[in-house]
């Protein structure tokens, strides 16, 4: 697009279906390596990626071409497919539905990226759920409980 500028930056955020603890460590930077590629392939940018078992964080350039809900979709689908496919016993696994995506700052971009590269460390002292609430709140995002971990 001649004459279009953006710096369109998101943290993604979404879950296991259920919130089933699928993503043991050893299989993590494998599949954090593995969306990376997705998200090279579709023409983004993807700046950190990072997670813990039920959970994972992107933070990712878009073009302005891209829709927030379609490259999150084909994200989630590509790399369940891929986890069918190579890793055994994971034929049952699946993203949950939904997803949070919050726009980031450029100012703000090495701290949302040291909050993903720090996943662990972090879940040692808040669980998702709370994760998810404080993320919600901090961006201004009314929701239901009940719809929050759906």
Known sequence: MANTY???QFHLVFSTKYRVNWIYPALQPR???YMAGICRDLNMIPMAIN???DHAHLLVGFRPTHSVA???QRIKSA???WLHETEEGFADFAWQTGYAAFTVSSSQVAAVKKYIQHQQEHHHKQSFADE??????KHGIEFDEKYLLD
């Open 6 to 8: 953006t710096n369109l």
């Open 132 to 137: 998810l609430r404080a993320l919600m709140n």
């Open 31 to 33: 599949l954090w390596n």
């Open 51 to 53: 997670g813990v078992n």
């Open 79 to 81: 790399s369940s497919h």
């Open 70 to 72: 379609e490259m999150t």
